[in-house]
């Protein structure tokens, strides 16, 4: 969620450093965030407190939240240009919808071909 925030983060790579367009603010994002920080231990004093993770009312949210965080990076790339970072971020993005909507072993697998350079990734004007 850092990656793609409205505003550059300060800690943190964001996605306009490789090619990607400024993401616009939306509800969406501000919600998706809130609902991380309300359920991961932070440092400071609420680390004391045990947080099941994930617990039973958030499960099935969490594919909701991997599909926004791709739909996101996708929807802050150009649509046109040849740079490779692009097309790899395009490309894996899509290869992530699609695991998320498929979870089979084929999918998984293209996953893990493209992360080991093993997958031609096209840039979109080659």
Not at 23 to 49: E, Q, S
């Amino acid at each position: 969620m850092e990656f793609t925030k409205p505003l550059r983060p300060s800690n943190a790579l964001w996605i306009t450093e490789v090619g990607g367009n400024t993401p616009t603010p939306d509800t969406r994002h501000r919600d998706w965030v809130k609902f991380i920080n309300a359920r991961v231990t932070h440092l400071g004093p609420d680390r004391l407190r045990d947080r099941p993770w994930p617990d039973e009312d958030v499960a099935g949210r969490l594919i909701d939240l991997a599909k926004y965080a791709l739909d996101r990076i996708k929807s802050s790339l150009p649509q046109s240009g040849n740079d490779i970072h692009v097309a790899v971020m395009d490309a894996l993005a899509n290869l992530g919808l699609a695991y998320l909507d498929t979870r089979d072993e084929l999918t998984l697998s293209q996953i893990a071909d493209a992360i080991n350079n093993r997958l031609p990734i096209q840039t979109p004007d080659a």
